[in-house]
Nanobody, 116 residues
Protein backbone atom coordinates (compact mmCIF):
# COMPACT_ATOMS: atom_id res chain seq x y z
CA UNK A 1 0.00 0.00 0.00
CA UNK A 2 1.44 3.32 -1.09
CA UNK A 3 1.58 6.22 1.31
CA UNK A 4 2.70 9.77 0.63
CA UNK A 5 3.72 12.21 3.37
CA UNK A 6 4.51 15.84 2.64
CA UNK A 7 6.76 18.11 4.66
CA UNK A 8 8.91 21.21 4.39
CA UNK A 9 6.35 23.98 4.27
CA UNK A 10 6.39 27.08 6.38
CA UNK A 11 6.19 30.84 6.52
CA UNK A 12 8.58 32.65 4.20
CA UNK A 13 9.00 36.21 3.04
CA UNK A 14 8.47 37.18 -0.59
CA UNK A 15 11.58 36.33 -2.56
CA UNK A 16 12.46 33.47 -0.24
CA UNK A 17 12.85 29.78 -0.97
CA UNK A 18 11.53 26.49 0.34
CA UNK A 19 12.15 22.84 -0.44
CA UNK A 20 9.22 20.51 -0.03
CA UNK A 21 9.62 16.78 0.45
CA UNK A 22 7.24 13.93 -0.30
CA UNK A 23 8.18 10.64 1.30
CA UNK A 24 6.90 7.70 -0.70
CA UNK A 25 6.44 4.40 1.11
CA UNK A 26 5.10 1.11 -0.07
CA UNK A 27 6.77 0.84 -3.47
CA UNK A 28 9.73 2.27 -5.30
CA UNK A 29 9.34 5.82 -6.49
CA UNK A 30 10.55 4.93 -9.96
CA UNK A 31 7.37 2.93 -10.56
CA UNK A 32 5.15 6.02 -10.55
CA UNK A 33 4.32 9.22 -12.31
CA UNK A 34 4.12 11.70 -9.47
CA UNK A 35 3.25 15.31 -9.09
CA UNK A 36 3.04 18.24 -6.74
CA UNK A 37 -0.33 19.90 -6.44
CA UNK A 38 -1.42 22.97 -4.52
CA UNK A 39 -4.67 24.43 -3.30
CA UNK A 40 -4.92 28.06 -2.39
CA UNK A 41 -7.75 29.38 -0.21
CA UNK A 42 -10.96 29.58 -2.19
CA UNK A 43 -9.43 28.00 -5.29
CA UNK A 44 -9.41 24.60 -6.90
CA UNK A 45 -6.47 22.29 -6.48
CA UNK A 46 -4.02 22.61 -9.36
CA UNK A 47 -1.16 20.49 -10.64
CA UNK A 48 2.13 22.35 -10.26
CA UNK A 49 4.81 19.95 -11.43
CA UNK A 50 5.19 16.38 -12.60
CA UNK A 51 7.93 13.78 -12.54
CA UNK A 52 8.32 10.25 -13.83
CA UNK A 53 11.26 8.01 -14.62
CA UNK A 54 12.64 8.56 -18.09
CA UNK A 55 10.48 11.59 -18.85
CA UNK A 56 11.25 15.30 -18.59
CA UNK A 57 10.24 16.93 -15.35
CA UNK A 58 7.54 19.51 -15.98
CA UNK A 59 6.30 22.59 -14.22
CA UNK A 60 2.89 23.47 -15.51
CA UNK A 61 1.45 26.83 -14.49
CA UNK A 62 3.20 29.71 -16.23
CA UNK A 63 3.30 31.45 -12.89
CA UNK A 64 5.84 28.96 -11.50
CA UNK A 65 7.98 28.28 -14.55
CA UNK A 66 11.58 29.20 -13.87
CA UNK A 67 10.96 29.39 -10.13
CA UNK A 68 9.91 25.85 -9.17
CA UNK A 69 11.79 22.65 -9.88
CA UNK A 70 10.70 19.07 -9.20
CA UNK A 71 13.19 16.30 -8.62
CA UNK A 72 13.29 12.79 -7.20
CA UNK A 73 15.76 10.96 -5.01
CA UNK A 74 15.46 7.28 -5.90
CA UNK A 75 17.75 6.17 -3.09
CA UNK A 76 15.61 7.86 -0.44
CA UNK A 77 12.31 7.28 -2.26
CA UNK A 78 11.46 10.94 -1.97
CA UNK A 79 10.09 13.59 -4.30
CA UNK A 80 11.08 17.22 -3.86
CA UNK A 81 9.80 20.58 -4.98
CA UNK A 82 12.32 23.38 -4.86
CA UNK A 83 10.59 26.74 -4.84
CA UNK A 84 12.56 29.92 -5.38
CA UNK A 85 11.61 33.58 -5.51
CA UNK A 86 8.33 32.88 -3.78
CA UNK A 87 5.47 35.34 -4.13
CA UNK A 88 2.30 35.76 -2.03
CA UNK A 89 0.27 34.05 -4.76
CA UNK A 90 2.20 30.84 -4.02
CA UNK A 91 0.49 30.63 -0.64
CA UNK A 92 -1.34 27.31 -0.56
CA UNK A 93 -1.38 23.83 0.86
CA UNK A 94 0.94 21.68 -1.23
CA UNK A 95 0.31 17.99 -1.81
CA UNK A 96 1.98 15.17 -3.66
CA UNK A 97 0.06 12.44 -5.43
CA UNK A 98 0.23 10.29 -8.49
CA UNK A 99 -0.51 11.75 -11.90
CA UNK A 100 -3.42 11.47 -12.46
CA UNK A 101 -4.19 11.68 -8.73
CA UNK A 102 -5.73 8.91 -6.69
CA UNK A 103 -8.21 9.96 -4.04
CA UNK A 104 -6.94 7.61 -1.31
CA UNK A 105 -3.44 9.07 -1.63
CA UNK A 106 -4.34 12.63 -0.70
CA UNK A 107 -2.59 13.40 2.55
CA UNK A 108 -2.58 16.37 4.89
CA UNK A 109 -0.31 18.37 2.65
CA UNK A 110 2.14 20.98 3.84
CA UNK A 111 1.22 24.64 4.25
CA UNK A 112 3.27 27.26 2.44
CA UNK A 113 2.63 30.85 3.40
CA UNK A 114 4.42 33.68 1.63
CA UNK A 115 4.03 36.91 3.51
CA UNK A 116 6.05 39.83 4.77
Amino acid sequence: QVQLVESGGGLVQPGGSLRLTCEVSGRGISLYSLGWYRQAPGKQRELVATWSTGAPALTLPNSVKGRFRIAADDDRNTLHLRMNNLIPEDTAVYYCNRVPPETPLWGQGTQVTVSS
